[in-house]
């Protein structure tokens, strides 16, 4: 019996210019157009790569939308529920025209805060009430998750199967099983390059940095 070939996520976060004051280590995971177009280039007709982005940046709409378009790809967005409508971030219309156009939607939390240092009395608005409005705007359930900053640890875990989440999204880099409910991505970053792009959809890690990124994933699943 052969396993299931092991997928590859990729997580965009902002394409250009901000049109808002960046977090703190932001700007590391905004790439370039050139940046997202020569991704793009080489996902495109491969079934074993997914698009995923976070943060709901208007960028996604303005500048990610019409390049998938383009290609015909499709991508699934996660967005902090309570931030559509700031300045710099998609509103509800601007999701609306996501979905009209193939593109689906998952939950990224409400307010874009640290899960692993919530008070129970924040659970159930950054781990539920998300998801529903979300699955109001979308006309559709949205029960997977993306965790805001990639920071979770035991205790997020237990709180989002509480919650009902049917997949959980990482920033673990590395291939995923398809069915995985914990679901390594790779981010874009800044400094990505022709290389990068060959390596993540290629390559193989070598030994160290596999053994690295398991050591880390254990760490966060006993951690707390
Ligand atoms: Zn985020």
Known sequence: MTNPPKTVTLTVHGIGTPDRAMEPG??????????FEDVLDA?????????TFDDANASDL?????HLVKRGLTAQFFLPAGLLGQPG??????VRELLACGMTLGSHGWAHIDWRALTAGQVPQEMSKASRVLGELAGDAVTEVSVPFGSYDRHVLQRLRDAGATRVYTSDTGRARPDAWLHARTSLRSSIDAGWI???????????????????????????
């Open 89 to 94: 971030r998609l509103d509800e219309d601007g």
């Open 198 to 224: 060959d390596q993540v959809l290629d390559g193989e890690p070598s030994l160290p940095r596999r053994a690295r990124n398991l050591a880390a994933r254990t760490v966060k699943r006993l951690r707390g």
């Open 62 to 66: 303005e500048i990610g939308l019409p």
């Open 26 to 35: 932001e700007e590391d995971v905004w790439v370039s157009v050139r940046q």
């Open 43 to 51: 996902v495109a007709g491969r079934g074993d790569v997914r698009i």
